[in-house]
């Protein structure tokens, strides 16, 4: 089956005003010339919705969002806050933070579909069937850049922790214990010495500075345990040589 | 058709569906003598979905390989390359032997677009690499993961490259 052709105009010569983000630069996000103005909560039906706070997020931005018709009824039927607040202003540098955090707040994730400018982004809803595949929009983050994530509530990371002298595995187990929601929080022990974090970003900065104080908790219990058995051994070498006390 | 000189651009209009941007796709490879993109018939039905664009969305010529490729993977659809040309497949429907052998360096440079439907190899990360761990790991990305010391990965292009980096990095 094949579709016609829709009749569009091709343009050329458009001149493109903002130089396209670097591949695989996906953490760059264009700020605003001016703030980004989110309506006063009332506590009545004609509250902004998160469909609108989109719309507002795309205009300001020039960033596009595409949703499916489930999401985006349930975006339209959601509204942004359901607590009452003024009119708030958001300054362009933290229009994106920002953004994302009433995404999150609200049950949404935001998943990246192209790295150059125009950027398309996916709104999914966690109360959707588009749930099972947020995790599968993950992208691989360095483990020393995952500070950059955490000002992505919204988005979704995997980062490789190296342990030394931890077992992974046991480490994992019980670390599992803190996910609340397998669909899209995951840690996985692959090796003896590696685990597999998958989170949104503050979950994951949180996952990874666990491990980290983990790492850091071990190497000065094995620290103390060697000065201890290096104690003993001056101990006992000075209690076997002659004319010392006790002979 | 174009205007003057400099890049080519495209329109997609605020009410555009998926197949709409195909459409586009498809023309802009026909004009480079590539065959026809085809779509399964269960696949087919995901062509009629809104966007939900808020407005029409200008978009460089160059970028509408990669733009439809990122909206093919949302909608949870792959393409599958043969001699006839490529044809669009619902993820649940597609098998790994209709998957396109590439080389991981490829997916690692960004040569092969993202919702083209791919297989690779890859070394197992050690010794120590936890089997079951590492399915579950190809798992949460939607690819298929076989083989022991020498891994098997099939799945989208995107995905598979997503999950050869962080083997790379375990």
């Given amino acids: 089956m094949k579709f016609s052709q829709l009749t569009l105009a091709c343009l050329a010569a458009v001149a493109v005003s903002a130089s396209p983000a670097r591949a695989g630069d996906f953490l760059s996000f264009p700020i605003p010339e001016d703030a980004l103005v989110i309506p006063a909560v009332t506590g009545s039906s004609e509250d902004a919705s998160i469909g609108d706070l989109i719309a507002l997020y795309s205009a300001a931005t020039g960033q596009f969002c595409v949703m499916d018709e489930e999401t985006r009824n349930i975006a339209q039927n959601t509204k942004i806050s359901s607590q009452p607040g003024e009119k708030l202003a958001i300054a362009p540098d933290r229009v994106q933070v920002t953004f994302e955090h009433m995404l999150a707040s609200q049950g949404f994730a935001l998943e990246v579909l192209t790295h150059t400018q125009p950027r398309l982004f996916a709104v999914k809803s966690f109360y959707s069937r588009a749930r099972q595949t947020i995790k599968s929009a993950a992208r691989l983050i360095a483990s020393d850049e995952v500070s950059k994530a955490a000002a992505h509530p919204a988005m979704f990371f995997t980062t490789v922790v190296q342990l030394e002298g931890v077992d992974a595995r046991q480490v994992a187990n019980s670390m599992r214990q803190m996910v609340a929601d397998p669909n899209t929080t995951m840690v996985l022990s692959t090796s003896q010495s590696s685990i597999v974090l998958t989170a949104s970003g503050p979950a994951l900065l949180e996952l990874h500075n666990t491990l980290a104080a983990i790492q850091a908790a071990h190497a000065q219990q094995a620290e103390a345990a060697r000065q201890a058995q290096a104690r003993q051994a001056r101990a006992l070498q000075g209690a076997g040589r002659p004319g010392t006390s006790g002979v | ?170």
């Fill in chain 2, 1 to 170: 058709m174009s205007l003057g000189s400099g890049p080519a651009v495209v329109i997609v209009p605020a009410d555009a569906t998926l197949g709409d941007v195909v459409g586009l796709w498809g023309d802009s490879l026909a004009g480079a003598g590539t065959p026809e993109i085809l779509w399964d018939t269960e696949a087919a039905a995901a062509a009629l979905q809104p966007l939900g664009l808020n407005d029409s969305l200008t978009l460089p010529l160059s970028q509408l390989e990669n733009t439809t490729h990122g909206l093919l993977l949302w909608a949870g659809l792959v393409v599958v390359s043969g001699p006839g040309g490529d044809t669009i497949l619902s993820r649940e429907r597609v098998r790994s032997g209709q998957a396109t052998r590439v080389d991981s360096d490829l997916l690692l440079d960004g040569a092969i677009a993202d919702a083209e439907f791919v297989t690779t190899v890859h070394a197992s990360p050690g010794s120590t690499a936890r089997e079951s761990s590492l399915r579950q790991l190809a798992d949460s990305w939607g690819v298929e993961l076989s083989g022991t010391e020498v891994l098997v990965l099939t799945g989208p292009a995107r995905q598979v490259t997503e999950l050869v980096r962080t083997l790379r990095a375990i």
